[in-house]
């Protein structure tokens, strides 16, 4: 684990879930963390700020509250489940990442580094890179709902919003290379957080049961908060606009042939 010591992170999601652990592991590493969520954190933070990832104008509102000047990475962990509405799924999972990341790189220090945690559900986004690209394009969080509103795409929000995020997280990473930032995203498989059940109802608990029992577990969040450790660390200072998938292997079988894809 890299040594963090004195350096400050802003982190989403850190009630529950990856982002608690992605906190607590930051906390472990000597680092500072600010948590933005909905809910009170259950780990000891730095800070806590409510904001509600949905609304452009909260996201607004607890950046010019964050109490902390400069801060050496942003690490985009919050994100609901496809059980949820698609207009709100498409909001916090995607175009909330976009807004939050670019009102607050102009705080991040030369050397620091965003983190998007995507899904394993996103990986095929080259064949909607068209789509993608045209909402990327869209210049205000507004435009991006109304865009997504204009044109439904197939399959589920949940799995269009992840691909988004992908794409932006690679789209960033030559345009922040002149502030000295780097940004990638992870993209974890099944994950034992609270939020499981959503999944398992929105995808079938019977692909994610398969899953599970062919990798022999699903992943727990500290196996995800290694990961974003990792990027954000110096070990990482050449990695850039990369999607590092965290799945015990099996995207790694997909592509490879091996077995074939969930459909999820």
């Known amino acids: 684990m890299s040594d963090l010591t004195d350096r400050t992170y802003v982190v989403t999601g850190t009630a529950s879930g990856i982002g608690q652990a992605v906190a607590r592991r930051l906390l472990a590493a000597g ?27 909260s996201i607004d509102a607890a950046v010019a509250a964050l109490p902390v000047g400069d801060v050496d990475g942003l690490i985009n962990v919050a994100g609901i489940p ?20 670019g009102a607050l790189v102009g705080r991040i220090r030369r050397g620091g580094s965003v983190v998007v945690v995507s899904s394993i559900a996103g990986a095929m986004w080259p064949a909607r890179l068209e789509q993608i690209r045209a909402v990327l394009a869209t210049a205000s969080f507004a435009d991006g709902a109304r865009w997504f509103a204009e044109n439904p795409q197939e399959g589920n929000a949940y799995t269009f919003s992840k691909e988004v995020a992908t794409v932006y997280a690679l789209s960033m990473a030559v345009p922040l290379v002149e502030h000295g ?30 899953v599970r029992a062919l990798l022999g577990r699903h992943a727990q969040p500290e196996d995800i908060a290694d990961a974003v450790l990792l990027c954000v660390g110096d070990d990482a200072r050449w990695v850039n606009g990369t999607a590092l998938v965290v799945d015990g292997g099996l ?14």
Do not use: C, Y
């Open 82 to 101: 496809g059980t949820a509405p698609g207009d709100q799924v498409f909001a916090v999972n995607a175009l909330a990442v976009r807004h939050l990341t």
């Open 181 to 210: 930032i780097r940004i990638n995203a992870v993209m974890p498989g099944p994950v034992e957080t609270p939020i499981l059940p959503d999944f398992e109802a929105s995808m079938g608990k019977d692909v994610l049961d398969g």
């Open 31 to 57: 680092a500072q963390v600010h948590g933005l969520d909905r809910k009170p954190p259950t780990a000891e933070l730095t800070s806590h700020t409510e904001v509600d990832l949905a609304d452009p104008s």
């Open 251 to 264: 995207t790694g079988g997909v592509l490879s042939g091996v077995v074939p894809a969930p459909e999820i």
